[in-house]
């Protein structure tokens, strides 16, 4: 499946064995559980009854984390780790540290405008007129883009976006849910660069630590010099439960953050966390508002890297439907590897190609199957070790009955019927599955195994 190439988002990427995505570049693989079957069986999509409800490898792998994490050690050395976080606070405050946009501009106002080339089919799985790409198009005023450069910050949850419009963007009727337009989701309190807005003010472009989108305006507001220093300089807690409860001192809801977003510290209470979040303040500039997150839903920035916090961690990824692009607030295979470094403190781009080349990675490119496995074994870190293939990317966890196990978010694997059409088997969530997930049914265009091309242990020396 082609994919638009985006300086901030989606690349091209080719679907094999299962169909991916890992929004901002990606195109996702992977797979579910099954009933044990004879891998000779040949499926039939016009008897339901005859297909399996999971792959064999989710149903025969446990689906917890902690039966991997019991060989896992701290990181080597203190500098590793001190190096890793300067690294990581460098990535992250970029935004409102770097004078100017760290990623090609002109590439992505390119790329924009390229769009209108490509027929697209929308919601209502019909082509997409011309005149409504370029009536968006117009509204993002791209002649005239960057309008200004100033720091800002997320005040609540947000979509970044390809062009300033909520509606999507299908390669083909019946490709959800690959909106080409859904990048990424931008987290509370994260620090950005806003550089324009369309000619209705109804959206703002903006740069993140991790490329540029579009978002909806009032999501994001201008910071001052004494809130970037706040902000810079203080202990930070980081949110370690999707969708924690948040309240201000009047026991107001606040947005709730997913697992990865930061908060600085003011004191640790008895039952919660007092911390500091971005809100609207006067003359539509953010200001900083004391909150409370309970106990359990957070810990100090960063943690510690050992079984404990690899197990919580994990496990509530594991909870994640998949969602291209972080639509509906879920997650694709690059948000939850990202999203499972974060909170230790070890920064990743946001799509499977960067991620993969974020470091010194080995290529497995050329290398056969079982010389693949091998090196991986030897060389791989549990749950330290990402391993990649063309649009994809998954984490490595340890061994079940001799073979490596990784932890990957995976929409679907294509298989063919015993007509010959070739059908997806819907995984469509983050699963424990070997590289050959899938492999009874069989797939129609290889395994995970076949296709991979390289690892990267992190964080990078």
């Known amino acids: 499946m082609r994919r638009i190439a985006r300086s901030c988002s989606i690349v091209a990427a080719t679907l094999l064995f299962i169909t991916t995505g890992c929004a901002p570049q990606h195109t996702v693989i992977l797979a579910g559980q099954t009933t044990a079957s004879d891998p000779a069986d040949d499926f039939n999509r016009s008897k339901p009854e005859e297909l399996p409800s999971e792959i064999e490898d989710i149903q025969k792998i446990p689906q917890d984390v902690r039966r991997f994490t019991a060989v896992i050690k701290p990181l080597p050395t203190d500098e590793l780790q001190a190096n890793a976080l300067q690294r990581f606070r460098k990535q992250h405050f970029?935004?409102?540290t770097e004078p100017e946009p760290t990623r090609d501009i002109k590439q992505s106002i390119q790329g924009m405008k390229d769009i209108a080339k490509t027929t697209w089919y929308g919601e209502n799985r019909l082509k997409v007129k011309p005149e409504r790409i370029k009536a968006i198009q117009a509204h993002a005023d791209l002649d005239r883009l960057p309008l200004f450069n100033k720091p800002g910050i997320a005040i609540a949850p947000t979509f970044l976006r390809g062009l300033p419009n909520l509606k999507p963007l299908y390669e083909t009727s019946d490709d959800f849910p690959f909106d080409q337009l859904q990048y990424s989701e931008v987290k509370p309190n994260e620090p950005v660069r806003m550089l324009h807005e369309s000619d209705t003010g109804a959206w703002v472009f903006i740069e993140t630590a991790y490329g540029f989108g579009w978002v909806k305006a009032g999501t994001v507001l201008p910071v001052d010099l004494s809130m970037?220093?706040?902000?810079?300089?203080?202990?930070?807690?980081?949110?370690?439960?999707?969708f924690a409860v948040i309240r201000d001192d009047k026991g107001k809801a606040m947005p709730q953050p997913r697992i990865g977003t930061l908060y600085p510290l003011v004191r640790e209470e008895p039952d919660c966390w007092l911390v500091e979040l971005a809100v609207p303040g006067e003359d539509d500039w953010a200001t900083l508002k004391t909150a409370c997150i309970r106990k359990n839903d957070a810990q100090r920035f960063p943690l510690p890297f050992n079984a404990e916090t690899v197990t919580h961690i994990g496990n509530e990824l594991l909870k994640t439907p998949y969602g291209w692009g972080e639509l509906f607030r879920d997650r694709d295979c690059s948000a939850t590897t990202r999203d499972f470094f974060l909170p230790f403190g070890i920064w990743l781009p946001r799509n499977s190609r960067e991620q993969i080349h974020s470091g010194p990675f080995v290529s497995l490119a050329n290398l056969a199957k079982p010389d693949?496995?091998?090196?991986l074994i030897q060389q791989g870190v549990p749950f330290r070790t990402i391993v990649h293939?063309?649009?994809h990317i998954m984490l490595y966890a340890g061994l079940f009955d001799g073979k490596p196990v990784v932890l990957h978010t995976a929409w679907a694997i294509r298989f063919k019927t015993k007509s010959g059409q070739e059908e997806k088997f819907y995984i469509g969530r983050t699963v424990l599955t070997t590289l050959e997930a899938g492999f009874e049914l069989p797939p129609s265009r290889g395994t995970l195994l076949d296709h991979l091309d390289g690892m990267l242990t992190l964080p990078a020396q």
Do not use: F, N
Not at 230 to 241: D, G, P, Q
């Open 94 to 96: 970029a935004p409102w």
């Open 228 to 242: 970037q220093h706040r902000m810079t300089s203080a202990e930070l807690v980081v949110i370690t439960l999707d």
């Open 372 to 375: 693949k496995e091998k090196l």
């Open 389 to 391: 293939r063309k649009g």
